[in-house]
């Protein structure tokens, strides 16, 4: 069961924009609408800040925004904030009732 | 306020087994999938497993597959994991799942370390 595909690391300045992609296949991604993000500081369990694919938790900042296009989702972070830095999970459901995440990605505020 | 504490965790030997609990609170145990997910130390998220609201289904990630047992008692509002043929390759920080919003938005506990070593 292959992870789904996030670059490791995404850099950008404090006001920049800076999107992460995960990329999986027609059987999860590409499937469902079942996608979403995590947030995890070090130490930290991981904290929700999308889900099926668009949907923005209450309480989260609305910097955060998520679509899909074919077998790719996508994260997108607006006027980056050092509070940002953290690593990000994508997660999607898979058929017969599995779900997968993506290998993670670090995001860096310069 | 919702609530999951993970218990259970410890250093165990390869081919050794070892139980995972979940006690939740704050919410109706009994009206929500629950999942146990892990990360292995300095790596990424890992789903391992999930169950059904009345048991009755049940889904592991193939590297637990005959190995790894998940389960639930909704009048303790507990979830377990048992664990048996542990390998290195299982040594991970657990952390127990439950839906929160949608179907793919999820809260999580703050996990139990597993060490698998001799």
């Known amino acids: 069961q292959s992870a789904l595909t996030q670059p490791r690391s995404v850099s950008g300045s404090p006001g920049q924009s800076v999107t992460i992609s995960c990329t999986g296949t027609n059987n999860d991604v590409g499937a469902y609408s079942y996608v979403s993000w995590y947030q995890q500081r070090p130490g930290k369990a991981p904290e929700l800040v999308i889900y099926d694919v668009t949907e923005r938790p209450s309480g989260v900042t609305d910097r955060f925004s998520g679509s899909k296009s074919g077998n790719t989702a996508s994260l997108t972070i607006s006027g980056l904030q050092d509070e940002d830095e953290a690593d990000y999970y994508c997660?999607?459901?898979?058929?017969?009732?599995?779900?997968?995440f993506g290998g993670g990605t670090k995001v860096t505020v310069l | 306020e919702v609530q999951l504490v993970e218990s259970g965790g410890n250093l165990v030997q390869p081919g050794g087994s070892l139980r995972l609990s979940c006690e939740a609170s704050g919410f109706d145990f009994s009206k929500y999938w629950m999942t146990w997910a892990r990360q292995a130390p300095g790596k990424g998220l890992e789903w391992v497993a999930n169950i059904r609201q009345d048991g009755s289904e049940k889904a592991y990630v193939d590297s637990v597959k005959g190995r790894f047992t998940i389960s639930r008692d909704n009048v303790r509002k507990s979830l377990y994991l048992q664990m048996n043929s542990l390998r290195v390759e299982d040594t991970a920080v657990y952390y127990c799942?439950?839906?929160?919003?949608?179907?793919?938005?999820?809260?999580w506990g703050q996990g139990t370390l597993v060490t698998v070593s001799s």
């Open positions: 799942v439950r839906a929160l919003v949608g179907t793919s938005g999820w809260a």
């Open positions: 997660c999607s459901f898979r058929f017969a009732g599995t779900w997968v």
